[in-house]
């Protein structure tokens, strides 16, 4: 057995878990399960070393909120609501227009259906300088 295949066969249950099959609804769509509420987004320190930041968040590889011009202390409400299925990605990045190379990530969370109900909750950014609270609450649509 390659390495190759031992790893495929540790890992397949676990696929699941990441990247669940959307549940199927009676009309074909994908059935809501829960939905994932941001509320704000506060920003501790700045990414950017000079001047303001541009946080934007992408859910599930597609952008739904940004801002520009955020400093240290500012509070930013976010208030998007997203349904979903079991599990949702959201992506919390900095905007450098194209000054230095690529955009920053900041944070990436994976929110699940089973939260809902279990109140609002914070996360923090954490691959860059830049410290972000988001703060969220999944509930049942």
Not at 24 to 42: S, T
Not at 110 to 116: L, P, S, T, V
């Amino acid at each position: 057995m390659t390495v190759m295949a031992l790893f495929g066969i540790v890992l397949s249950p676990l696929a699941g878990l990441v990247n669940p099959a959307p549940a199927a609804a009676a009309d074909g769509g994908i059935q809501v399960v829960a939905q994932l509420h941001l509320l704000d987004l506060v920003c501790r320190a700045e990414n950017d070393g000079f001047g303001s930041d541009e946080p934007y968040i992408n859910i599930n590889g597609q952008r739904v909120w940004s801002r520009g011009n955020v400093d240290r202390g500012d509070i930013e409400l976010v208030n998007y609501r997203f349904d979903f299925d079991e599990v949702v990605t959201v992506e919390l990045w900095e905007d450098d227009g194209g000054l230095s190379g690529g955009d920053d990530l900041m944070g990436r969370w994976f929110f699940f259906a089973a939260e809902a109900g279990s109140g609002i909750t914070k996360v923090q950014s954490q691959f860059t300088t830049g410290l972000y609270d988001l703060r969220y609450e999944v509930v049942t649509p």
